[in-house]
T-cell receptor, first 115, second 111 residues
Framework: GAGVSQSPSNKVTEKGKDVELRCDPISGHTALYWYRQSLGQGLEFLIYFQGNSAPDKSGLPSDRFSAERTGGSVSTLTIQRTQQEDSAVYLC?????????????FGPGTRLTVL | GQQLNQSPQSMFIQEGEDVSMNCTSSSIFNTWLWYKQDPGEGPVLLIALYKAGELTSNGRLTAQFGITRKDSFLNISASIPSDVGIYFCAGLRQGAQKLVFGQGTRLTINP
């Protein structure tokens, strides 16, 4: 079946503009995660959605970052008033409800460049 | 946030050589996962480990869940050019819902 998809694959924006990044998880996966990966770095957890529960936003770096998940499927990560330090690859991952071991399947990422 | 200590950070080897990398933590983990990330792609799951002492193979890859539950290693035998990439370990603590990732090991292979 189809894997996790993300759009756009690349986004170049000017400092101060808002951006929206989209994630389509694997059908039927109830858990969805957003990560940020800076150049040459590991994965930094941002936010986690599980079913209808309140999202875990503990990883969001500032109040400029927000995310929502509509209908338990598609998720949008929004960055307001972008800064140059926001430049990174933003990865989305999903995990099936049946997985008690948290095996996450990743999308290809969105590369964000803030000029 | 909390990170696993993954080493080495980078490796430069000759094709055909074996590779070994590991992750350690001061915390106990119930699950260890190893991912590989190719340039421009998201990480792909290679091996999942669920029990202390477990040794699991996937082709030329072998990974072990440390007996103390605080570490894991990944070995690649007879490396080939397509093994190039960044390898990440990830761990899940009991009761946790979020994976903790290592910083990655960048593997470069000289033909």
């Amino acid at each position: 079946g189809a894997g996790v998809s993300q759009s756009p694959s690349n986004k170049v924006t000017e400092k101060g503009k808002d951006v929206e990044l989209r994630c389509d998880p694997i059908s039927g996966h109830t858990a969805l995660y957003w990560y940020r990966q800076s150049l040459g770095q590991g994965l930094e957890f941002l936010i986690y959605f599980q079913g209808n529960s309140a999202p875990d936003k503990s990883g969001l770096p500032s109040d400029r970052f927000s995310a929502e998940r509509t209908g338990g499927s598609v998720s949008t990560l929004t960055i307001q008033r972008t800064q140059q330090e926001d430049s990174a690859v933003y990865l989305c991952a999903s995990s099936p409800a049946s997985s008690s071991y948290n095996e996450q399947f990743f999308g290809p990422g969105t590369r964000l460049t803030v000029l | 946030g909390q990170q696993l200590n993954q080493s080495p950070q980078s490796m430069f080897i000759q094709e055909g050589e074996d590779v070994s990398m590991n992750c350690t933590s001061s915390s106990i983990f119930n699950t260890w996962l190893w991912y590989k990330q190719d340039p421009g792609e998201g990480p792909v799951l290679l091996i999942a480990l669920y029990k202390a002492g477990e040794l699991t193979s996937n082709g030329r890859l072998t990974a072990q869940f440390g007996i103390t539950r605080k570490d894991s290693f990944l070995n690649i035998s007879a490396s080939i050019p397509s093994d190039v990439g960044i390898y990440f370990c990830a761990g899940l603590r009991q009761g946790a819902q979020k994976l903790v990732f290592g910083q990655g090991t960048r593997l470069t292979i000289n033909p």
